[in-house]
């Protein structure tokens, strides 16, 4: 069921910001150890996409995913998504837990990671704009040709996967990839093109564009932060092309 509605019959007030979720798995990764916890913007909250969820294709909920009751915060970082729920408050400010007042910030490249959160440090709520490539794998032997390269991609909060270009040549020159199947909110795009390859060492490189028309940065390095978050960099792979078009197919 949508968490709007049980929030909107418990008649949720004015002047509230965020609604916290209450777990009770205790970790002792915790700074001091403590249960799971997490909270959401209360706009987002009321979304109609966040779900109290106990069941998962028909089936009842894994206990491993959460039951007997979850949250499900599409488009946001996982983190959010509360597992085992115990409760739900409404108030103020984002929860003071661990989980959502330290872990999960982004920092800027020079804060020291065990030490006291920077007022520049980002709280992670929405998912970057991202993509991958699945195949071929980084690092195969293809035969000369034309060769198809398949990947998903994934836009997060209320975007959607625009456009994936594609490059053989470190970035010279782009082709688009066709997006596949039927774009469906908050899940991931699949997409495919097909690249003509010539023997010798090729790179092949994707990057996605979303609705808003923001493009993933180029490298790691730009996005570089000491916990390693919202690394959402250009994905690419290394291949070896083997002989000419006309060769025997090696298996791939
Ligand atoms: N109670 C509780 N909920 C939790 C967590 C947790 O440790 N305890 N981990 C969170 C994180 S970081 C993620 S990525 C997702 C993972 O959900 P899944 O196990 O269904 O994939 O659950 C979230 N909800
Ligand atoms: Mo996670």
Known sequence: MRLADVLRTAGVGEGAGHVAFAAPDVSE???????????????????????????????????????????????????????WLQRITVQQAPSANWFQATAYHLLPADADPDGELPAAALSLSSVALNSDILRPADGAMVPAGPTEITGYAFAGDDREVARIDISIDGGGSWVQADLVGAPSRWAWRHWRAVVELVAGPVTVTARAWDSAAALQPELPEHVWNPKGYVNNSWPSIALTVTGDGNAPTPPR
């Open 29 to 83: 990764l915790a700074d001091p150890a403590q249960a799971y916890g997490a909270s959401i913007a209360l706009r987002k909250a009321l979304a109609p996409e966040v779900l109290l969820a106990w069941a998962l294709n028909g089936e009842p909920l894994p206990v491993a995913h959460g039951a007997p009751l979850r949250v499900v915060v599409p488009g946001w970082i996982g983190a959010r998504s509360v597992k």
